[in-house]
């Protein structure tokens, strides 16, 4: 079997790029690689991303684009023009477009993941353009689709509800982390928190700076607590859209000196800052699985995060939750984790529990057979399923 893989938005740079889908995208063609010695693979990525910088089996050939395809404005029209006669040309068995979109006439089976769709529940935090791209092409991809995985429970529940699809066709593949998030040794720990002159307690955020992350509420949260601790709040991540309410709500608080941005977060770097951390703040809207909460439940840390989506379905029993819009139920959650210590333990306990029920490995054996069974559903060729 010839699988074809859209690994377009697959990005090695320290921006909001190299998160999320990229993570995904990388975690997934290297699981399926210790798996499937037996399936042929086609690798579609961005510019300057070889075969090299991926370091995938001889099965997996990586055809890097001569454009910067990471751009939506090119990776578009690759996706609904240049990839048709590319799968033909190929001889592709099974197509997947790892963020919910397909070509419109893929003339072969294929399969999408679809991580969430925020784009139906909350479009008012995507800029125009996106919005229209997405909303289009997420029906019709979902429609001919002969398999769609979803990276949880809701977002399967999600996809069944808002896109009329029959359940038989969704598979849920959780996300999972590698061995790298893990509670580093006491030394290594030392160093990392000497070299960043971090304080004994702070609270952490890590997350793409955008509208659905809610990092308004946690700012405010903080301000209502902050005379009561002096572990300060540290948000990393990168700019993604519509961030400037961010700055200006951090600014008005007048607590310059206890709020810090640090921006993008290199990967390797993740684990150490999750360890270092008293408590881990994740406050979205809307996840389609809520990536930072696992990965700093992994490194030992207790996190608290809200009600909305599937957060409650990764996090478990083993962390503090709230209404996603209160405000001073957030900051209360932080201030307990930070001021009792028998709490702290238990839920840094319960985290790395909890975070143990997801594997890769797991994941990478749902995807290949879900290509499997899309390449035998001969049916989904091009048509809708429904």
């Known amino acids: 079997m010839h699988i074809a893989i859209n690994a377009h938005l697959l990005a090695h740079t320290n921006s909001f790029r190299c998160a999320g889908v990229s993570n995904y995208t990388e975690a997934l063609l290297h699981h399926l690689g210790q798996i499937d010695t037996d399936n042929r693979y086609t690798i579609y990525t961005t510019r300057g991303l070889d075969a090299t910088a991926l370091g995938l089996p001889p099965n997996f050939q990586v055809r890097p684009s001569r454009l910067p395809t990471i751009n939506p404005r090119i ?88 896109l009329c699809i029959p359940p038989e066709r969704v598979v849920v593949t959780h996300n999972a982390c590698d061995q790298r998030f893990a509670p580093p040794s006491p030394d290594d720990l030392a160093v990392f928190r000497q070299h960043h002159v971090l304080p004994k307690q702070f609270i952490l955020y890590v997350g793409t ?130 001021k009792n210590p028998t709490l702290h333990e238990d839920l840094r306990t319960r985290g790395l529990r909890q975070a143990q029920r997801f594997s890769w490995h797991e994941t990478a054996e749902r995807t290949l057979q879900a290509y499997h069974d899309a390449a035998v559903q001969t049916t989904a060729v091009g048509v809708s399923t429904r």
């Open 209 to 338: 700076l955008e509208p659905r992350k809610n990092i308004p509420t946690l700012l405010e949260a903080y301000a209502q607590i902050a005379a009561y601790t002096d572990a300060p709040l540290i948000i990393g991540g990168g700019k993604g859209w519509m961030y400037d309410p961010i700055f200006a709500k951090a600014q008005s608080l007048g607590l310059a000196d206890r709020i810090h941005f640090i921006g993008f977060i290199p990967s390797e770097d993740l684990p150490l800052w999750y360890a270092a951390a008293t408590v881990f703040a994740f406050p979205s809207l809307f996840e389609g699985f809520g990536m930072p909460i696992l990965e700093a439940m992994a490194c030992g840390t207790p996190i608290v995060t809200t009600s909305s989506s599937s957060l409650p379905e990764v996090a478990g029993d083993a962390g503090l939750i709230v209404p996603p819009t209160d405000a001073e139920a957030l900051g209360h959650a932080l201030l307990q984790v930070l």
């Open 75 to 162: 990776r578009i029209p690759w996706e609904q023009l240049a990839a048709p006669p590319l799968l033909r040309l190929n001889g592709t068995h099974v197509f997947h477009g790892v963020l919910n979109v397909a070509p419109l006439f893929c003339p072969v089976p294929s399969v999408i993941t679809i991580h969430d769709l925020s784009i139906f529940s909350f479009p008012q935090t995507f800029r125009c353009h996106n919005r229209m791209y997405l909303t289009w092409s997420t029906r019709a991809s979902a429609r001919r689709a002969a398999r769609i995985l979803t990276v949880s429970e809701y977002t399967k529940q999600e996809v069944v509800r808002l």
